[in-house]
């Protein structure tokens, strides 16, 4: 993430931008960059966000840029100076609000005439003004929507042909179409492909007839009926469709309608963390060192949500049932139906929400929601991650006077193999921290972002051998 926006840089962009290969969101909005759009920025084939916006940049959008994943990337050209015919395969993909105030660009797909000079756009105001002129605009504009609505739907016929139902292409153009892939992928949602239940709905997959796989969440008749997994539902669409990151699961796409509410993701191969760690095949496969990366990824996730969004993001159900493990064991956050953004204007009193077991003490009495809430949720399944199963009871036993006397190697997962000195010490901080996030104290548990960049710099201070940690303080 390079995010350089709302500065004073001036001059062209550097080209050396293209070398960043990995780069996931890149904002230069708002600065005073000038000359045209590098062409090497279509070497960034990871992107899925670019703001280039209020800017002072020209000439035209660069072909290269057609190389990038416009599909599912976040394109912001808005209020420039550019100018020329935008290329096919980026008009296709994107919406107009992506590149409009830019008076210079015109697109045969869009129907968007080039704008010549102030004098001439003048004259045509003027003329316009003229009734007669009026009346022919009007036909004009008329038959020109009736051709393009033509011309749209020849296009997406044909995309139906070439691509036999490919979701993630013709998403955008005609939700019909991809409502009858997913209907014919499950056969109706029959029940040989549901793969899981979440809080409230059951979980199926979808493979489409061009061998991509996504997940599809269908709440059940009476479930839509209900109020509450109702909300859960729009507020989920709600939360999914304003945040993204690399460690939270992606919403493409949604159905609300009163005989049927779905909700479309990526599909994450490995399923649940808490199918994962009571599967001990799956338990050994999930090695130390992929442990501690799940770690790092959840507080990632977690920080972003309290700490760069605006307003902050509270989760309010972290559990082993609400991390999901893909192909290479990366975690990805997902049930976002009880979250809910912090209003800075309000008391943020609500219900009880949560599974039980990893729900902040607090709240059994206070009722207020907090980021600290997620804080220890996170420090709960920090410690289950480390230990193969639920702490229990050694999460009241760690405020206790005799939590010195529990030795952190006596708590680990007994079916992985014995630790190198290295991943002890990381192992050992995650743990620490984990405990630091169950403070009884909400305001002395650590911030989100704090953990999430410590855990980057492990370190054993005293040199302890690590047969002789404790876990207590």
């Given amino acids: 993430m390079l995010q350089l926006g709302s500065n004073m840089f001036s001059g062209p962009i550097p080209t050396q931008i293209g070398n960043l290969r990995n780069l996931n969101e890149l904002d230069l909005s708002h600065n005073k960059f000038t000359s045209s759009i590098p062409t090497e920025i279509g070497d960034l084939g990871q992107l899925t966000v670019l703001d280039l916006s209020h800017k002072k940049l020209n000439g035209p959008i660069p072909t290269q840029m057609s190389k990038l994943n416009l599909t599912f990337m976040d394109l912001d050209l808005r209020y420039n100076e550019l100018e020329g015919l935008i290329p096919d395969e980026i008009a296709l993909k994107t919406r107009p609000d992506s590149w409009n105030n830019n008076e210079g660009l015109c697109s045969h797909y869009w129907n968007l005439p080039c704008r010549g000079s102030k004098k001439r756009l003048k004259i045509l105001i003027i003329i316009s003004l003229s009734g007669i002129i009026i009346l022919v605009a009007f036909v004009i504009v008329t038959v020109r929507f009736l051709f393009r609505q033509k011309l749209i739907n020849s296009i997406i016929e044909t995309t139906r042909a070439q691509q036999n139902g490919d979701i993630f292409s013709i998403w955008n153009y005609n939700g019909t179409i991809a409502y009858n892939d997913i209907m014919e992928a499950t056969e109706e949602f029959d029940i040989r492909y549901c793969i899981g239940t979440g809080g409230y709905g ?59 509410n779905f909700l479309v993701y990526e599909y994450i191969e490995r399923g649940s963390l808490a199918y994962v ?80 077991g990893y729900i902040a003490p607090e709240l059994a009495y206070t009722m207020v929601v907090t980021e600290k809430c997620d804080v220890y949720s996170f420090g709960v399944l920090a410690i289950e991650i480390i230990m193969g199963k639920h702490p229990g009871e050694l999460i ?20 992985l193999p014995p630790l190198t000195q290295l991943v002890a010490q990381d192992l050992t901080f995650s743990m620490m921290l984990g405990i630091a996030c169950l403070h009884t104290n909400s305001k002395s548990r650590p911030t989100m972002q704090y953990v999430s960049q410590e855990l980057g710099s492990p370190m054993n201070p005293d040199g302890i051998p690590f047969a002789q940690i404790h876990c207590g303080n």
């Fill in 202 to 260: 059951s979980v199926y997959i979808a493979k489409l007839p061009t061998g991509k796989v996504v997940a599809v969440k269908k709440l059940h008749r009476l479930e839509a009926e209900e109020k509450v997994f109702e909300k859960s539902f729009t507020n989920e669409i709600h939360v999914l469709t304003r945040i993204r990151h690399r460690n939270i699961v992606k919403l493409y796409g949604f159905c609300s309608h009163p005989r049927c």
């Fill in 277 to 356: 760690l009571g599967n001990e095949a799956e338990a050994v496969e999930l090695d130390w060192k992929k442990r501690i990366n799940v770690i790092k990824g959840v507080a990632h996730a977690l920080s972003y949500m309290h700490h760069d969004c605006t307003p902050p993001l509270i989760h309010r159900d972290i559990s082993n049932n609400n991390v999901l493990l893909d192909a290479d064991l990366e975690p990805h956050v997902t049930d976002f139906g009880t979250s809910r953004f912090q209003n800075p204007d309000s008391s943020n009193h609500t219900i009880l929400a949560g599974t039980y």
């Fill in 396 to 415: 009241s036993s760690l405020s206790f006077p005799n939590a010195k006397d529990i030795i952190l190697k006596e708590v680990l997962d007994s079916r």
